[in-house]
């Protein structure tokens, strides 16, 4: 191909891969997106965009096209990738095998071939190498400088998305954080043990979304909106919150307005999450027969997100002791909720309960370790951000 031509199909290249850019919008799809293009345009047989671990002093390889191997990770300064980490100067070589700062470890364990390389590193605003960008074994002969420079360019963008991506993510957690620190303001009062009750229960109502069906991003939007259900209740006084007896029918109507309290509290939010927790605080006592409350919704009328946090939040009661009750088995929660489906719940949500019951299970376990080793002041974090963190 006459160097023209070549140019010619480079553009038509770039120009495709701006519109494939442009219509993507997760972290990892723009990655795997940048790395096919640059296997493409560059005849490359294998591309790879690895990430420093400033933690683990590691790069491991975020996205990897061409080569079917799962995750790879390098110690900082070993091998080609490691010395653009490092050093933030780009490698061309011709033949690795010849250059002694490759390493042929990898290429044995992986029974890979490696012979021409071109690594350029990733470089954040503050111009310190997030990563390296690195193609393998160009179809015929050795990366020419043309390569490098149109690689360099990738590398700028691809960095930038790794940043935006970073950025979005540090918002995210401190969003999710708040809310969660919300909704523990709320029951602050109500419970000794409160931020375990509201762990688990959403943690519950993640499991029986996915169960039903939902996506994981729906069902991640339940999880995190779920522990603001009851967030209403810091509006009902102690007298009735905290009586350790049972309520009398004027204490039971007043506190039955929490759910009234809370909606109003989140309406008009901007928050995606704060809106559906609003949706869920003013139906989660609802019941699918209409005989719940505040307004006797029945069946579908009833969103679904609250007919989900209405199973999630009974069973986990039941199994908690309270001021006015003691703890249930797990077995009986269970009974009960199957018992009272189609009157109290939604069916398909109280059979979801029975059907991922061991892994209901498992994370009650997983929240009340965790909840015993902060106890134990073991933990100086906050369990949010831990959460977060273990993400
Ligand atoms: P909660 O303690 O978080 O209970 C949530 C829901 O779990 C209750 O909604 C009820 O559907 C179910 N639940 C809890 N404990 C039991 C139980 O021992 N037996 C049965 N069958 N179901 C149970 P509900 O009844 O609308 O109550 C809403 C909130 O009102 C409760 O939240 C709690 O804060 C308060 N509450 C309800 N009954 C009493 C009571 O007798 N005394 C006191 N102090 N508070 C109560
Ligand atoms: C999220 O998407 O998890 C948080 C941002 C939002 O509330 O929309
Ligand atoms: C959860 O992680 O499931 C609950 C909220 C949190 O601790 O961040
Ligand atoms: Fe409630």
Not at 175 to 197: N, P, S
Request: aromatic share 8%.
């Amino acid at each position: 191909m006459g160097r023209r031509q070549e140019l010619e199909k480079r553009q038509t290249l770039l120009s495709r891969f701006g519109r494939l850019v442009a219509a993507e919008s997760r972290l990892d799809g723009l990655l795997t997106i940048i790395a096919e293009e640059v296997r493409h345009i560059l005849a490359a047989d294998r591309c790879s965009v690895f990430l420093v671990d400033p933690y683990k002093g590691e790069l491991w390889t975020k996205v990897s096209v061409g080569a079917n191997e799962k995750v790879l990770r390098i110690p900082m300064g070993q091998g080609i990738a490691g010395f653009v980490a490092k050093t933030g100067s780009a490698v061309n070589i011709r033949d690795a095998y010849r250059d002694t700062r490759f390493t042929q470890d990898l290429d044995r364990v992986t029974g890979y071939q490696t012979r021409s390389v071109l690594a350029v590193p990733l470089r954040g605003r503050d111009g310190k190498a997030v990563g390296v960008f690195e193609v393998l074994n160009k179809g015929k002969g050795a990366f020419t400088d043309e390569d490098e420079g149109l690689l360099r360019i990738l590398a700028t963008m691809a960095a930038s998305f790794i940043e935006n991506a970073s950025l979005y993510e540090d918002l995210r957690r401190s969003h999710l954080e708040t809310i969660y620190r919300m909704a523990l303001v709320a029951e602050f009062r109500d419970q000794k043990d409160t931020g375990r009750h509201l762990r688990r229960m959403s943690r519950f109502s993640g499991i029986l979304a996915r169960s039903l069906g939902m996506s994981y991003q729906e069902a991640e939007d339940i999880r995190y909106a779920s522990p603001l259900h009851d967030v209403g209740k810091v509006a009902i006084p102690d007298s009735i919150l905290r009586k350790p007896g049972k309520l009398t029918a004027e204490e039971y109507e007043e506190m039955k307005r929490h759910t009234i309290y809370g909606s109003q509290m989140l309406s008009n939010a901007e928050s995606r999450l704060l809106r559906l927790a609003g949706k869920i605080a003013i139906a989660h006592h609802e019941h699918f027969d209409g005989s719940g409350y505040p307004y006797h919704l029945k069946g579908e009328a009833i969103p679904i997100e609250a007919r989900i946090v209405s199973v999630a939040d009974v069973f986990d009661a039941l199994v908690s002791k309270r001021v006015y009750k003691g703890a249930w088995t797990v077995e009986d929660a269970l009974k009960y909720i199957r018992n009272e489906e189609g009157k109290l719940f939604d069916p398909r949500v109280s059979d979801c309960l029975g059907k991922s019951f061991d892994e209901v299970l498992a994370a009650m376990e997983e929240e009340n370790r965790r909840f015993l080793e902060e106890e134990a002041g073991m933990s100086s974090l906050p369990g949010a951000v831990r959460a977060a963190e273990r993400r």
